[in-house]
């Protein structure tokens, strides 16, 4: 009987540390079925970032309850005033695609804690302000209209759930552990672990397909918070389970684990060359702002010229990244003036050009991009495309190329551009000659057919 007991003790163990271990696994993937499954989003290389929330009244950042050091009270007139009277996802979304952009990623809720969304799991949310609608659905709706993937940003930062402990990041930080201690003192981040995970539930339960997920951010160390606090890898498991395709970015605290991210997120800056982890390239897309902050500031005049914008979008595929390009929509929901001549300029240009970035990464190796050029590449119709930032005097030199190239376009117009063996009596460069007029386009790009 003893042994019996035993025996069935240590099946039980066995059986628990199995289904233990199965789960404390993520999803395994071959680097193959991996990029198989991000394929649409590295072909698409051009999305739209929205940060919408409260943060859109008082229009000077959306980090402005922290850097100001606001209680919820002294918050709450925010809520209290919410009413985008003329918010019209569907003309954000034809302007987004407009602009050439292929996948969105809205702010279902940022680090203020306010819901977008008709959440159970809180009253804090759009359908409790004056306004009174889920912010989410038309969104949802509207971009998927216009043939744009969807997706979410989900803060794991939240300053206003009762239960999120008060950190180095929390407007009610504080200055040393007693007051840390005496603040948090009934806080109980396990409550608030069950709230992403429901909230989470409802975000990618309710809405439809969702292809991407932005979870963001952790800060591990003291007074920090990293995986632990979010539980991420149950939530980022969870999240793969009620939507299995979905595209996860890097900031979860999970960087070492494997399966632990899809992309990595460099924000507000130009990579240097395609980021490697481990001497191996990953996927990457940088997000960026068109003036600095995030949700709608009003005074902010640091907006990046049109020209600057399109470099951005072309130098990111130059490196085989992507581009996230910030709007922050007013509290009425419209995009700022400002957004919309930006954006509609890179409409302009991906209009005619958009050839050079769909589907297109870095140039193969040994390709050597002439002075003030960026190059982009498309591996499967072997067309080389050359940016040309400045626009050249008459002529451009390809240097070694002159057993490599069949025909040479300017992509915006198809028309031919003339080439002749041979520079300064070298016999392996191309010389190409352009018109000396730059031509209508803020980027002129030219389409090499190579051999
Ligand atoms: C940072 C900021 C945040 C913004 C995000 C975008 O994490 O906290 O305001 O949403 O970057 O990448």
């Known amino acids: 009987m003893k042994t019996r007991n035993l025996s069935i003790l240590l099946i039980t163990a066995l059986m628990l540390f199995v289904t233990f271990s199965a789960s404390a696994q993520l999803p395994n993937e071959t680097d193959a079925q991996k990029a198989e499954r991000m394929k649409w989003w590295t072909d698409a290389r051009f999305g739209m970032f929205i940060h919408w929330g409260l943060y859109a009244l008082p229009a000077r950042?959306?980090?402005?309850?922290?850097?100001?050091?606001?209680?919820?009270?002294?918050?709450?007139?925010?809520?209290?005033?919410?009413?985008?009277?003329?918010?019209?996802?569907?003309?954000?979304?034809?302007?987004?695609?407009?602009?050439?952009?292929?996948?969105?990623?809205?702010?279902?809720?940022?680090?203020?804690?306010?819901?977008?969304?008709?959440?159970k799991f809180t009253d804090y949310k759009a359908t409790n302000t004056p306004y009174g609608k889920d912010l989410i659905k038309e969104y949802v709706?509207?971009?998927?209209?216009?043939?744009?993937?969807?997706?979410?940003?989900?803060?794991?930062?939240?300053?206003?759930?009762?239960?999120?402990?008060?950190?180095?990041?929390?407007?009610?930080?504080?200055?040393?552990?007693?007051?840390?201690?005496?603040?948090?003192?009934?806080?109980?981040?396990?409550k608030y672990r069950e709230y992403l995970?429901?909230?989470?539930?409802?975000?990618?339960?309710?809405?439809?397909?969702?292809?991407?997920?932005?979870?963001?951010?952790?800060f591990p160390g003291k007074n920090g918070k990293g995986r632990k606090d979010w539980d991420s890898e149950n939530l980022l498991k969870l999240a793969?389970?009620?939507?299995?395709g979905i595209i996860v970015d890097d900031r979860l605290d999970l960087s070492d684990v494997p399966g632990g991210f899809d992309f990595i997120s460099?924000?507000?800056?130009?990579?240097?060359?395609?980021?490697?982890?481990?001497?191996?390239?990953?996927?990457?897309?940088?997000?960026?702002?068109?003036?600095g902050s995030w949700g709608y500031y009003r005074d902010e005049t640091s907006w990046k010229s049109s020209a600057q914008l399109i470099?951005?979008?072309?130098?990111?595929?130059?490196?085989?990244?992507?581009?996230?390009?910030?709007?922050?929509?007013t509290a009425r929901g419209v995009f700022d003036y400002?957004?919309?001549?930006?954006?509609?300029?890179?409409?302009?240009?991906?209009?005619?050009?958009?050839?050079?970035?769909?589907?297109?990464?870095?140039?193969?190796?040994?390709?050597?991009?002439?002075?003030?050029?960026?190059?982009?590449?498309?591996?499967?119709?072997?067309?080389l495309y050359i940016h040309l930032l400045a626009y050249p005097m008459g002529s451009l030199v390809l240097k070694g190329m002159a057993e490599k190239v069949k025909y040479i376009q300017f992509l915006h117009d198809a028309s031919e551009i003339k080439f002749s063996r041979g520079h300064e009596g070298n016999t392996g460069d191309l010389e190409l000659?352009?018109?000396?007029?730059?031509?209508?386009?803020?980027?002129?790009?030219?389409?090499?057919?190579?051999?």
């Open 61 to 119: 950042h959306e980090w402005v309850k922290n850097i100001e050091r606001m209680t919820n009270e002294q918050y709450q007139k925010y809520f209290e005033t919410f009413n985008p009277d003329m918010y019209d996802p569907h003309e954000w979304a034809k302007m987004a695609k407009a602009a050439g952009m292929k996948y969105v990623v809205l702010t279902a809720k940022h680090h203020e804690g306010f819901c977008l969304f008709d959440s």
């Open 141 to 190: 709706e509207a971009f998927r209209a216009e043939g744009l993937k969807v997706g979410f940003y989900y803060s794991l930062i939240d300053w206003h759930h009762p239960d999120y402990t008060i950190d180095s990041n929390h407007p009610l930080r504080q200055q040393s552990d007693s007051a840390y201690a005496r603040l948090n003192k009934g806080r109980d981040m396990s």
């Open 197 to 218: 995970k429901n909230q989470v539930t409802e975000l990618l339960t309710n809405y439809g397909e969702i292809s991407i997920i932005w979870f963001d951010f952790s």
């Open 240 to 244: 793969r389970s009620l939507q299995p």
């Open 266 to 291: 460099p924000e507000q800056y130009k990579v240097a060359k395609w980021p490697e982890i481990n001497g191996k390239r990953v996927a990457w897309e940088t997000c960026q702002t068109f003036s």
């Open 311 to 329: 470099e951005l979008l072309v130098e990111s595929v130059s490196k085989g990244g992507n581009l996230l390009l910030n709007v922050g929509p």
């Open 338 to 383: 400002r957004a919309q001549d930006r954006l509609g300029s890179m409409g302009e240009w991906m209009k005619y050009n958009n050839r050079s970035v769909y589907g297109c990464t870095e140039a193969p190796a040994g390709l050597i991009a002439p002075d003030n050029t960026l190059l982009t590449y498309n591996p499967v119709t072997n067309r």
């Open 433 to 451: 000659t352009l018109p000396v007029l730059k031509p209508h386009s803020e980027i002129p790009v030219l389409e090499v057919y190579l051999k």
